[in-house]
């Protein structure tokens, strides 16, 4: 028994550090959750507070936290149902040009927006949307209409938001599709030309169920992420004015939790939104297998 | 082959569209480098689009000439170089010593590490722990916690199962130990994929702005995203003028009342973009390679 871990002790040792890191960064945060249920101040320890039942759990009857809920889903459907049929619709477009240098080209710039973060994103918006100066705003004036300010309303936060997620991710998720097209068997393209099947057609019956199985995978894939829309996009284009309608579980745990200390409150609403999340995968997981026959794991 | 007359302006409307979508992405770049290179005052009356009308290197001064943001990027460029160069270490480390099959208590690791994909403790759990470590409001709070990224790892875990074993079974015949092993023969084949993993870890170092942000208070420790982040809702010039070291342009007073903050911001944004720009045309062929070796079903 000793001789066969000693035999893999070098191995052991690389295995280690990941190990350690994930105790210390994942594990303790776990166990950190019993902060949800305790009265905990930063600079106490956390096993010797005092536990009060579910007393965190009030942010519940908060109205405001319905409101969050409403916006967090509202957000992630939205984007959901933008930004799942893009990128196939421009997997297909891509597809359908000949010319390879074209081709290359237009991929090569629209994956390039993936690689900037969402605060630059933000810069190009505001760049073009503020009031004082913004391309959309002098092209409004000068076609005589009213300035829209986008950046501070309720009403173009959520297009904003969606919008600038189809420019900055649409033709980076193109990649998986873009490559299930090119295993996909050149004859059938062929034989169907033969039978005098039109573009539309081939992309029917051929493309498409080709590419079927990818949309499935991506499609399972982005179930779990419905209940969560990435702080990282939200945070730069909230503000005072559209606070309202902006304001979703992510940004509504950092300002109660980092921002003004509601320590033991916002842990109680992360731990809700994981059990969530968890359960939407586990289920996904399940339906995966029932559908492709095997899961994710 | 013959195309059809629909089918001809079928794909010249394929052509446009496409064309479109590109300019819509490089626009927005082409306007924010004419603004920035654009003097203030006269970018603000309008009709500057794509070249800068008015031109001036007087933002970029200021802005270079900002101690803080020079600072910030002194921290983004360190943060990036250690983070990649580490991350890569500890990834490939665990997923050279996991493809050992016949390691005990194998599976036992890995749903260990699995765990952690499924369930966290969240942001408030996760931040009282690095309080604790005394990692907030020191460099490290940049490095430690990311070292180890559990969905490169696999990545990494396939690409190595993936190498043939026999490549393995006759390095160890020869007397090659594990570390052997990895150094001449694994990390030969993987390059590839080491250079992809890099590539994304790398880009994620220089885009967070939320550690900056969030878990450092110290304002000499901010790296250059979350200067800008802090930039994005300033109403004034004195976030960047404040620690203003560049005498010679701010002595320049005839011109500092043409600065606006938005061309201010414009030059600050290519400044933190640009290097992405510059290697972007260089890394893309690493990184197709990496998302379709990551995406692989398993």
Not at chain 2, 169 to 184: C, F, H, K, T, Y
Request: net charge positive; glycine share 8%; with cysteine.
């Amino acid at each position: 028994m000793y001789n066969k871990f000693y035999k893999y002790r070098w191995q052991y040792l690389m295995i280690l550090p990941g190990v350690i890191l994930l105790f210390l960064f994942s594990y303790i945060p776990m166990a950190g959750i019993q902060v949800a249920f305790k009265d905990f101040q930063i600079g106490t320890s956390i096993w010797n507070s005092a536990w009060v039942g579910f007393g965190n759990f009030s942010f519940l009857e908060d109205p405001q936290f319905l409101t969050v809920v409403q916006n967090t889903l509202y957000i992630s459907v939205l984007k959901f149902i933008f930004g799942f049929p893009a990128p196939i619709l421009l997997a297909l477009l891509i597809n359908e040009v000949t010319r390879p240098v074209f081709k290359r080209f237009v991929q090569s710039v629209s994956y390039l927006p993936h690689f900037f973060s969402w605060i630059v994103v933000a810069y190009i918006l505001q760049s073009f949307l503020t009031l004082d100066g913004g391309l959309v705003n002098q092209f409004i004036g000068k076609a005589g209409g009213e300035p829209v300010f986008f950046l501070g309303s309720t009403e173009w936060f959520r297009p904003m938001v969606v919008f600038s997620g189809l420019w900055k991710e649409t033709g980076w998720n193109t990649i998986l599709y873009l490559a299930a097209i090119t295993t996909i068997d050149p004859q059938l393209y062929e034989s169907a030309k033969v039978e005098g099947a039109g573009k539309l057609a081939q992309i029917r019956h051929i493309t498409l169920p080709g590419i079927m199985p990818t949309i499935s995978i991506v499609l399972i894939l982005s179930i779990p992420s419905l209940i969560t829309v990435g702080m990282d996009q939200i945070y730069p284009l909230m503000n005072s004015a559209n606070q309202s309608v902006a304001d979703v579980l992510d940004t509504y745990i950092l300002r109660n939790g980092l921002q003004q200390g509601y320590f033991g409150m916002a842990t109680a609403v992360g731990l809700l939104s994981s059990l969530i999340s968890l359960t939407l995968v586990v289920s996904t997981n399940q339906l995966s297998r029932k559908l492709n026959g095997e899961g994710l794991w | 082959m013959k195309a059809s007359r629909g089918e001809k302006i079928a794909e010249y409307i394929i052509v446009a569209l496409l064309a479109l979508l590109c300019i819509s992405v490089l626009y927005p770049f082409l306007y924010m480098l004419a603004i920035s290179l654009n003097d203030g005052a006269d970018a603000a009356k309008g009709g500057v689009y794509l070249w800068p009308r008015n031109f001036t290197l007087i933002n970029y001064e200021i802005v270079l000439g900002n101690e803080t943001i020079r600072h910030s990027y002194l921290i983004t460029v360190g943060r990036t170089v250690i983070g990649t160069i580490g991350g890569l270490l500890v990834t490939l480390l665990v997923a050279f010593g996991l493809s050992y099959r016949g390691l005990p208590l194998r599976s036992t690791i890995l749903s260990y590490i699995l765990l952690t994909m499924l369930f966290s403790g969240g942001l408030v759990p996760f931040y009282i722990q690095l309080n604790h470590l005394g990692l907030i409001n020191t460099f490290w709070v940049y490095i430690l916690p990311g070292l180890f990224s559990v969905w490169n790892m696999f990545v990494m875990l396939k690409f190595i199962q993936g190498i043939p074993e026999a490549l393995v079974e006759s390095a160890e015949l020869d007397g090659a130990g594990p570390v052997r092993i990895l150094m001449q023969i694994i990390v030969p084949l993987s390059k590839p994929m080491l250079a992809a993993l890099g590539l994304f870890t790398a880009v994620g170092h220089w885009n967070d702005w939320f550690a900056g942000a969030f878990f450092v208070t110290k304002q000499d420790l901010i790296p250059v995203q979350t200067f800008l982040q802090q930039l994005l809702s300033a109403q004034d010039l004195s976030a960047v003028l404040g620690s203003n070291n560049n005498q010679e342009a701010l002595a320049r007073s005839s011109q500092m009342k043409n600065i606006t903050l938005m061309s201010i911001k414009m030059a600050v944004v290519m400044v933190s973009a640009l290097p992405i720009l510059c290697v972007y045309p260089f890394l893309q062929k690493y990184f197709v390679k990496g998302v379709l070796l990551g995406s692989v079903k398993g």
